[in-house]
């Protein structure tokens, strides 16, 4: 199988995930019009606890797994990479099934905690019920992600990238057609018709791993899973055991501190706007379109540091590993540098047209509107964190790991309502605040963490500066398109079907405009690389040839 380089990784992996994301945008279209607002928010609340116990049960240890894995690879300690991927595997079942267990036996009281006293449209036992139909994916994606990892860790991002593809389209699949199917058809009723949806992430997972499966035993000679080792690697299982855990705790701490900080954030913001007088139908909406709906638009714009982080981090075990330490440095802003050119103008652009973007979703929603337009920015930061974050992890710096995250996520959590307060006396809109709140947060994590990388390893940034320089100008260029063709373009948001020409028209000629400045600027040359542009040319050529 082929290994993919760190520029082409990224492409390829980032490429899925947008499949992967535009899937998971676009159903919510269909399956909002099905299940109504109720519906809706009952599926925000099942989908926010069932992301925490997920990385509860995988515990980081597909990411320990797969860095491990190319730890060993590089060191030709083949024997070792196999025993890696079993030992993974194992501790993983025994998670998985005890956070099913919990996540099913304790729903209830996991859904009073989430609504508190609040007398909202969906009761405790309703949200109980669909966190116990969601549960059962936690027996399925242990597993496929560990299979993942193992791909990974030999710099193979293709597969587990279609396996991604693979997992959302059935999921889709379910969550549109059995919804449709539910109402429609049977005539059940809200709760039972989003049991149904959230059922599809099992079926989703289960297709996927299916398919990894299959690709491990098709290619067991060249990952070494065929082998019979006579001769056993001068590494104990213990120290396999001890690194796993070494590797995975700072994922576990990082990626649990955000699911709890996500959780809390939505009780906070059920909270404040309570006391600010919201309606309980304004509360609910605000919360899940903050927490949910708007998140499902964000994930086009974290799709670029899931793919990023994807490449990045064999790549960079691999260098570190060497102590090709001037290799991490660029890569890490080669990293940086493509998220800013590629990220940046996605926000500014969905910003933009956010009134008729959140119509085509949701329907025309003055709220709605100003959520999606102010918290688009949130997934640009969160894609520099994971950048950062993923470096740092890569390097075994795991206590700036804890400390720099551990900050951040302190500083978000402690400014939410304060900002919010701030805000509604400013008579501005007080959801904004967990937005603010958010940026801060994450620009203290991702500076402190260069900091220590210029101080500790003399990293250099000056390459990110000029980058973010040129940038401005196609930038700037394509907000003057995109405005322009805004005054001269009039059409009814509460219509769909031109909404989305609007959209279409618009961000196809905003897109040119950007890409044809930045690369009459030699930006695109100078953040992708001249190597993968005339690779690119040469593909191109040659299918035009065959053609």
């Not at 691999?318 to 103008?345: C, G, H, M, Q, R």
Request: charge should be positive; hydrophobic fraction near 55%; proline fraction near 2%.
């Amino acid at each position: 199988m082929k290994k993919n380089s760190f520029i082409e990784g990224t492409i390829i992996a980032t490429l899925a995930i947008v499949i992967v994301k535009i899937l998971g945008m676009l159903y919510v279209i269909p399956f909002c019009a099905i299940v109504g607002e109720a519906g809706r928010a009952l599926y925000g609340y099942a989908y926010n606890i069932y992301g925490l116990f997920l990385e509860i049960s995988t515990a980081g240890i597909p990411n320990a797994v797969g860095k491990l894995v190319n730890e060993y690879n590089t060191l030709e300690k083949q024997e070792a990479k196999v025993r890696t991927f079993k030992i993974g595997k194992r501790i993983l079942s025994v998670i998985a099934i005890i956070t099913f267990l919990i996540l099913f036996l304790f729903a209830k009281p996991i859904a009073m905690l989430i609504l508190g006293k609040l007398e909202l449209v969906n009761t405790v036992d309703d949200v109980a019920f669909v966190i116990r139909c969601v549960s059962f994916a936690l027996l399925v994606f242990p597993f496929l992600s560990v299979s993942r990892g193992f791909f990974q860790g030999h710099r193979i991002i293709s597969v587990s990238s279609v396996s991604q593809v693979i997992e959302q389209f059935f999921r889709v699949a379910v969550i549109i057609g059995g919804s449709y199917i539910a109402v429609n058809v049977l005539g059940l009723d809200t709760r039972e018709t989003i049991g149904i949806a959230v059922f599809g992430a099992f079926i989703g997972g289960a297709c996927a791993l299916i398919y990894m499966l299959g690709k491990l035993n098709k290619n067991k000679k060249e990952l070494s899973l065929d082998k019979k080792f006579e001769v056993q690697d001068d590494v104990t299982n213990k120290e396999i055991i001890k690194k796993i855990i070494k590797y995975a705790v700072p994922s576990v701490i990082i990626s649990v501190a955000f699911m709890i900080y996500n959780n809390v954030d939505m009780i906070i913001l059920l909270r404040v706007m309570d006391y600010l007088g919201f309606s309980a139908s304004e509360v609910e909406f605000i919360s899940t379109g903050i927490g949910t709906w708007a998140a499902k638009i964000f994930i086009i714009i974290t799709s670029v540091g899931l793919g990023m982080a994807t490449s990045l981090v064999p790549n960079m075990v691999e260098s570190f590993t060497l102590k090709k330490y001037d290799d991490v440095n660029n890569k890490f802003n080669k990293a940086i540098e493509i998220v800013i050119f590629i990220s940046l103008p996605m926000c500014v652009g969905i910003s933009l047209l956010s009134a008729a973007i959140w119509s085509v979703f949701y329907g025309y929603n003055s709220i709605g509107t100003n959520i999606l337009a102010i918290g688009i920015f949130s997934p640009l930061f969160t894609n520099l964190f994971s950048i950062a974050n993923y470096t740092l992890q890569s390097m075994n710096k795991f206590k700036l790991v804890y400390i720099s995250s551990i900050l951040g996520i302190f500083l978000n959590m402690v400014l939410d309502a304060p900002f919010m307060l701030l805000l509604d006396v400013l008579h501005l809109p007080a959801y904004f605040g967990a937005t603010i709140a958010t940026a801060v947060g994450l620009s203290s994590t991702i500076f402190l963490a260069m900091y220590f990388l210029r101080r500790e390893y003399n990293f250099r940034y000056g390459e990110i500066l000029r980058v973010v320089k040129k940038s401005l100008v196609p930038l700037l260029t394509m907000i003057i398109v995109v405005l322009l063709m805004k005054m001269f373009i009039n059409v009814n948001l509460e219509s769909r079907f031109y909404a989305i020409i609007y959209i279409g028209v618009i961000s196809i000629v905003g897109a040119i405009s950007y890409f044809i400045v930045a690369f009459k600027m030699g930006l695109i040359k100078e953040v992708l690389g001249n190597d993968f542009i005339e690779k690119l040319k040469c593909k191109f050529l040659k299918n035009k040839k065959e053609a």
